[in-house]
């Protein structure tokens, strides 16, 4: 089971990156995937949830309306496009995997398999 995120990179507030998390040893339909953050001195937190079995997508209020969570199946991976990037959003991000009640989407002992994370950077 490996998870790559990738993607990563320094843009200017205004800007967009997107992220991709490419799985392998495993099938998207089994299980969620998670996208996290975590800044210098913050804990990790969670940015959005997508399950493709089930087609739910949720998004932290912090990101609502800013970023996508999309999947390319023949490719088995997930995407995080962000679009108006703000300074805050300045974090290493990282894609997991897991089977977490929606409730708890957001918490990262739900998730058992994580990237190595990929580092956003956004200058104001």
């Known amino acids: 089971v490996q998870l790559q995120a990738s993607g990563g990179g320094s843009v200017q507030a205004g800007g967009s990156l997107r992220l991709s998390c490419a799985a392998s040893?495993?099938?998207?339909?089994?299980?969620?995937i998670g996208w996290f953050r975590q800044a210098p001195g913050k804990e990790r937190e969670g940015v959005s949830y997508?399950?493709?079995?089930?087609?739910?997508?949720v998004y932290a209020d912090s990101v609502k309306g800013r970023f996508t969570i999309s999947r390319d199946n023949a490719k088995n991976t997930v995407y995080l496009q962000m679009n108006s990037l703000k300074p805050e959003d300045t974090a290493v991000y990282y894609c997991?995997?897991?089977?977490?009640?929606?409730?708890?989407?957001?918490?990262?002992?739900?998730?058992?398999?994580w990237g190595q994370g990929t580092l956003v950077t956004v200058s104001s």
């Open positions: 040893g495993f099938r998207l339909d089994d299980y969620g």
């Open positions: 997508f399950k493709r079995s089930s087609g739910t997508t």
């Open positions: 997991a995997r897991g089977r977490p009640v929606l409730s708890a989407w957001f918490r990262s002992s739900m998730y058992h398999d």
